[in-house]
């Protein structure tokens, strides 16, 4: 009885919840493209990056069956590989055994992606994951491991697809759960805007459009205040650094059983309000 009851609670628990929320893929393995060549129908490849940590490297549970969709290519981040895109996009482990998968599943690029080419039929779309889970902003200035690393992918992504007509374009950010803090939030403002201005300059593109979002108001108090202090700088940054916008998720609620990770119907929705957001900031 003991050890039913052990069971019972392991199963109903969030941290349980965490890990059956996203399993490993396992069929079929990831398709290679040639990235030196468009699809047919299109002309140019337009690429973005996503960056930030957990929710956007997604945590929901993927689909039976991976998404197929020939003008929609990302590119592998340990590999550098370019391949179909597909859920997950921030997979780590092997494209073909999926060996050293870690908890990668479902976040909202690949819809972001998919709003994108609809919304522009001449054009594939590239996706540079760069985000990793639970990292700080610290992390994403200049200099920092994980802005080098972003830097670097998008530096060779740009390479690789030269042939293709390709560019970047923007930028999706989802970033904030780690500095939802009292000590954090002063200086969360001016950090943001220093790794976009830094972005900015060094792929030389002034006017890189950069698109974040709220983080999730899914959790209590006490936590709750810091989370909304961390919202409101984030819907603030358009009125602060140009050709910025900030997608508002704050009426998402659905979370994989932590109060802190969408699930797949949220990431969606998210990758759908990103697009628009980038559509109503692409207009002249």
């Known amino acids: 009885m003991r050890l039913l009851l052990i069971t ?28 030196t060549k468009l ?9 973005f990056l996503l960056m ?23 590119m592998h981040l340990k590999d550098d590989q370019w391949y179909l895109a597909r859920h997950p996009l921030h997979l780590t482990g092997d494209t073909k055994t999926f060996q050293g998968h870690d908890n990668a ?34 992390l994403w200035q200049k200099g920092a491991r994980l802005y080098d690393e972003a830097l670097r992918r998008a530096e060779l992504a740009l390479h690789t697809t030269a ?14 759960e780690a500095n939802a803090k009292p000590e954090e939030l002063p200086q969360h403002a001016a950090r943001l805007r220093a790794m976009i201005e830094a ?9 890189l459009p950069f698109i974040a979002c709220t983080i999730g108001e899914m959790k209590g108090e006490p936590l709750l205040t810091n989370l909304k202090a961390m919202n409101d700088i984030l819907l ?14 704050r009426d998402l609620k659905t979370h994989i059983g932590d109060a802190v990770h969408f699930d797949t119907a949220a990431q969606n929705e998210i990758g759908k309000r990103f697009a628009a957001k980038f559509i109503e900031l692409s207009k002249p």
């Open 8 to 35: 019972l609670l392991a199963l109903t628990s969030p941290l349980f919840a965490q890990k059956i929320a996203t399993p490993p893929p396992t069929k079929p393995p990831f398709e290679a493209v040639d990235i």
């Open 163 to 176: 042939p293709a007509n390709a560019r970047i374009r923007g930028v999706i950010w989802l970033q904030g």
């Open 236 to 249: 603030a940054l358009p009125k602060t650094v140009p050709h910025t916008a900030c997608v508002d998720a």
């Open 105 to 138: 599943g479902v976040g909202p690029g690949l819809t972001f992606a998919e709003a994108m080419a609809a919304a522009n039929p001449k054009a594939a779309i590239g996706l540079v994951p760069c985000a990793v889970g639970g990292s700080s902003i610290k």
């Open 199 to 207: 972005l900015r300059a060094d792929l030389a593109l002034p006017e």
């Open 52 to 74: 930030g940590q957990s929710n956007m490297k997604g945590r929901g549970l993927m689909p039976a069956e991976p998404k197929r969709d020939p003008r929609i290519v990302m």
């Open 39 to 47: 699809p047919e129908g299109a002309t140019q490849l337009d690429l």
